[in-house]
């Protein structure tokens, strides 16, 4: 039996959960889903990709439940069994001392939404809980240089929010979140093929076509797949051919959010600090960056180089792990202000 757990960073996401173990590294990157059964005891019959798997044909009195939403805990106690689930997981139950946590949260909440955050961590066994702001972990976890004396711009396009943050002498000079990621581009496309051919399709199949098709920018040679859903008005199977124009069009409006998010950061960025991001570039991460043609759209619409993170998906988690590895050595210099305690 182990007397003090490792230290462990969770990046709790609306889509995906990562977690990093002191020591260890990302030891856990699963969807943040819990399956439960819809009466009044909620038993929990699934977590992570156990509940993926059963999402969209879940049988009566089986429901699948997302924690979080738009970055946001929506289901306390769920968020709780999650953050449980996970921590076990990465580190098991023989321990004598609990572990302490750190978290990722978008910029943009609420006290009383961080509040939930850090009360779900503390109830699912954490010793001491910090709270560390989701775009400066990415900064750390991208190999930005967050603690000289020069601004970097970082965009985090997550399932449920895009967070737009310049970081100057290891804290967040501006920021900005808007409540659009890739669930937001998932409805549109959802949304596009009822509208467009009277059929529904569930959300594990808005986000493969997503995969498949999706771009910010029009693709030269268009591609073409087969769906199938439910006709909306005989009710019965039905399969349609779509392509990635069409796809395009209809995750316009989400990338048009995310590129506006960007420019109200950049207006509002002190003139010497926009220098350093004209000369250094914009960083963007997180599972949304991946859509092709994502930073050359940003960067046709500004005029300033965009580059994609190496392993986008994991730069949060990544960040929150180097914090912990150098956690004694950040306190020494007295470089821990970016932490939020509780």
Same mark, same amino acid.
């Given at each position: 039996?182990?007397?003090?757990?490792?230290?462990?960073?969770?990046?709790?996401?609306?889509?995906?959960?990562?977690?990093?173990?002191?020591?260890?590294?990302? %030891?856990?990157?699963?969807?943040?889903?819990?399956?439960?059964?819809?009466?009044?005891?909620?038993?929990?019959? &699934?977590?992570?990709?156990?509940?993926?798997?059963?999402?969209?044909?879940?049988?009566?009195?089986?429901?699948?439940?997302?924690?979080?939403?738009?970055?946001?805990?929506?289901?306390?106690?769920?968020?709780?069994?999650? +953050?449980?689930?996970?921590?076990?997981? &990465?580190?098991?139950?023989?321990?004598? /001392?609990?572990?302490?946590?750190?978290?990722?949260?978008?910029?943009?909440?609420?006290?009383?939404?961080?509040?939930? /955050?850090?009360?779900? &961590?503390?109830?699912?066994?954490?010793?001491? %809980?910090?709270? /560390?702001?989701?775009?400066?972990?990415?900064?750390?976890?991208?190999?930005?240089?967050?603690?000289?004396?020069?601004?970097?711009?970082?965009?985090?396009?997550?399932?449920?929010?895009?967070?737009?943050?310049?970081?100057?002498?290891?804290?967040?000079?501006?920021?900005?979140?808007?409540?659009?990621?890739?669930?937001?581009?998932?409805?549109?496309?959802?949304?596009?093929?009822?509208?467009?051919?009277?059929?529904?399709?569930?959300?594990?199949?808005?986000?493969? /076509?997503?995969?498949?098709?999706?771009? &910010?920018?029009?693709?030269?040679?268009?591609?073409?797949?087969?769906?199938?859903?439910?006709?909306?008005?005989?009710?019965? @199977?039905?399969?349609?051919?779509?392509?990635?124009?069409?796809?395009?069009?209809?995750?316009?409006?989400?990338?048009?959010? +995310?590129?506006?998010?960007?420019?109200?950061?950049?207006?509002?960025?002190? @003139?010497?600090?926009?220098?350093?991001?004209?000369?250094?570039?914009?960083?963007?991460?997180?599972?949304?960056?991946?859509?092709?043609?994502?930073?050359?759209?940003?960067?046709?619409?500004?005029?300033?180089? %965009?580059?994609?993170?190496?392993?986008?998906?994991?730069?949060?988690?990544?960040?929150?792990?180097?914090?912990?590895?150098?956690?004694?050595?950040?306190?020494?210099?007295?470089?821990?202000?970016?932490?939020?305690?509780?």
């Amino acid at each position: 039996m182990a007397f003090v757990a490792h230290d462990l960073g969770i990046d709790l996401g609306t889509s995906n959960t990562l977690v990093y173990v002191k020591g260890k590294g990302i %030891v856990v990157s699963e969807p943040t889903i819990v399956v439960v059964e819809s009466s009044n005891e909620r038993k929990v019959r &699934a977590v992570g990709d156990d509940a993926k798997i059963m999402l969209g044909r879940t049988t009566e009195g089986i429901m699948a439940v997302r924690p979080m939403r738009e970055g946001v805990i929506t289901d306390f106690d769920m968020a709780q069994i999650l +953050i449980q689930y996970f921590t076990r997981k &990465a580190i098991g139950s023989s321990y004598l /001392v609990k572990p302490r946590l750190f978290l990722t949260y978008p910029c943009s909440i609420s006290g009383i939404e961080r509040r939930a /955050v850090s009360e779900a &961590a503390k109830t699912s066994g954490g010793r001491k %809980v910090f709270l /560390v702001e989701k775009p400066f972990a990415a900064a750390l976890g991208s190999g930005l240089p967050v603690f000289d004396p020069s601004g970097c711009m970082i965009v985090d396009i997550g399932g449920g929010t895009t967070d737009v943050s310049v970081i100057s002498l290891g804290g967040v000079v501006i920021s900005h979140s808007i409540r659009v990621g890739g669930v937001k581009m998932d409805e549109a496309i959802i949304n596009f093929i009822k509208r467009e051919f009277n059929i529904l399709i569930g959300d594990r199949t808005a986000e493969e /076509v997503k995969l498949d098709l999706g771009a &910010a920018l029009p693709i030269r040679e268009e591609r073409r797949a087969r769906i199938r859903g439910r006709d909306m008005v005989t009710n019965l @199977p039905q399969t349609t051919e779509i392509t990635s124009t069409q796809i395009y069009h209809a995750i316009h409006e989400p990338c048009a959010a +995310i590129l506006s998010a960007i420019k109200w950061v950049l207006e509002r960025t002190p @003139p010497e600090l926009s220098a350093d991001v004209m000369h250094n570039g914009i960083y963007i991460t997180g599972g949304g960056s991946l859509l092709y043609g994502m930073d050359q759209m940003i960067a046709s619409e500004l005029g300033i180089p %965009v580059l994609l993170a190496k392993e986008p998906m994991d730069c949060a988690a990544l960040g929150l792990g180097n914090i912990i590895e150098n956690f004694d050595l950040l306190q020494h210099l007295g470089r821990t202000s970016f932490l939020k305690q509780s």
